[in-house]
């Protein structure tokens, strides 16, 4: 009820907030070499920002400040370290579970990439399933159950119910994302929700992972250029599987700020067919 107490309070909740200072005051000297930089050679988030403070300065409205600035930047960082690297272990963990989905999306891989250097973000197009695969990882895990507070700023009305002015609104997003009216199969790993019947790749309404309306998720564009790259890059190169003698994958969550996997080892095995004949596989 009183999240600013917590401030003023002894724990270990301490330390999330030493970090967060860490992570201002790096964003802070960020914000003060791009100020050095000459106009014309700046074209990062920062540097644009920056031009946008100075054209709105004499804006007595304008939100456009270095404490919104170094907020925002705060927001992209976290948002797209934590999720993102929670969404690909999930990611992994379903490819050992399910041992012949990897296997397809390693042969489409190979199939349209062939001896390409690299997987580049265009790709994609090509690769129906491997997205597809993706996709359900994202909806499945569902790393962000609950999206962002928000408040309503004026009394309104919602599918009959009135919302009056102040609610605090916080959307379920993983009842979108499980709800049996959207998904075939809402409780198993199905990349079929995500292919028509020509094995096309088709956007589902219902996936709102990064949330929806204007408030969505501001690293939405580039959590899927990351994701996509990552896992289709370690797809490509390795074979995924647990070590010998465990006894099996652990799928319950950990809760907290994202819902993590457990922790559990997994093999990174070399595939022979993401080396070029000139290169020798690395070892185990």
């Known amino acids: 009820m009183f999240p600013w107490a917590l401030r003023h309070l002894p724990g270990p909740h301490q330390e999330l907030f030493r970090y967060r200072e860490a992570v201002r005051g790096f964003i802070s000297q960020e914000i003060s070499r791009?100020?050095?930089?000459?106009?014309?050679?700046?074209?990062d988030f920062i540097s644009c920002y920056l031009a946008q403070i100075t054209k709105t300065v004499d804006d007595p409205v304008s939100t456009f400040n270095e404490e919104n600035l170094t907020q925002v930047v705060i927001d992209l960082f976290l948002g797209g370290t934590d999720t993102t690297a929670t969404t690909l272990r999930w990611a992994l963990i379903y490819m050992v579970q399910h041992g012949a989905i990897q296997e397809r999306v390693q042969q489409e891989l190979d199939e349209v990439l062939g001896t390409a250097p690299i997987v580049c973000y265009e790709d994609r197009e090509r690769l129906p399933f491997t997205r597809a695969v993706l996709h359900e990882a994202q909806r499945l895990s569902s790393v962000v159950a609950v999206g962002a507070v928000r408040q309503c700023?004026?009394?309104?009305?919602?599918?009959?119910?009135?919302v009056p002015k102040g609610t605090i609104i916080l959307p379920n997003l993983a009842s979108v994302l499980h709800d049996p009216e959207h998904w075939e199969t809402p409780c198993q790993f199905n990349p079929s929700h995500f292919l028509d019947k020509d094995g096309n790749f088709m956007v589902n309404e219902a996936f709102l992972p990064f949330s929806a309306g204007h408030r969505m998720c501001p690293g939405d564009q580039l959590a899927r250029m990351e994701l996509f790259l990552m896992f289709a890059t370690l797809l490509r190169t390795f074979r995924f599987q647990l070590p010998e003698g465990t006894p099996g994958l652990r799928l319950e969550y950990v809760f907290g700020g994202t819902l993590q996997p457990q922790p559990q080892e997994i093999c990174a095995v070399p595939r022979l067919s993401s080396c070029s004949p000139s290169q020798p596989p690395a070892g185990k």
């Open 34 to 43: 791009r100020k050095l930089r000459a106009p014309e050679a700046s074209e």
């Open 153 to 162: 700023v004026t009394s309104t009305r919602l599918h009959g119910y009135s």
